[in-house]
């Protein structure tokens, strides 16, 4: 009977993968980001060291980021989409708050309206104000002889 053992036993390492792994882990966290964080590691690559940008740049067009991941179906879908104009009159099921919704943002849009034309009213003053300022010093200021004069013609 065999007494020794097949292999020596290894020393369990601290991090788990080695220490190669850690560009996959960061590739990872990028693209979970989007293209706004590979973006910024780049132009940070070029401030700090600029061998790091341009190697991040090179990387992001051999692995064709440019046209998946930052251009991609997901990237186009915008918050401003998902929750912009079109959602705040769809129904949410409910018909009390529906009824409740529907007059309140017809009272904000009266309230608007009302406040754009006070916001019109009070220019309209204040421009009228300016011309007739513009008018008084205009009167007071003494005219050229050439325009006191009487025409030669008379």
């Known amino acids: 009977m065999n007494t020794y053992p097949s292999a020596a036993p290894r020393a369990p390492s601290r991090i788990p993968g080695g220490l190669l792994t850690w560009p996959r882990r960061a590739e ?4 979970g980001h989007g293209r706004k964080a590979w973006i910024t590691a780049m132009v940070l690559g070029f401030i700090f060291f600029w061998p790091v940008g341009l190697a991040l740049m090179a990387y992001m067009f051999a692995t064709n980021r440019w046209s998946k991941e930052m251009f991609g179906s997901t990237c186009r879908k915008s918050r401003r989409t998902e929750w912009g104009a079109h959602r705040v009159y769809a129904s949410s099921g409910n018909s009390a708050f529906d009824a409740y919704k529907a007059e309140t943002l017809r009272r904000l849009e009266e309230e608007q309206a009302a406040f ?6 009070l220019r309209e003053a204040k421009d009228k104000q ?8 205009r009167a007071r200021s003494p005219r050229p002889a050439a325009e006191t004069a009487p025409p030669a013609d008379a």
């Open 28 to 31: 990872a966290w990028l693209d």
């Open 116 to 121: 754009e034309g006070f916001l019109n009213r």
């Open 130 to 137: 300016e011309f007739d300022a513009f008018m008084e010093d």
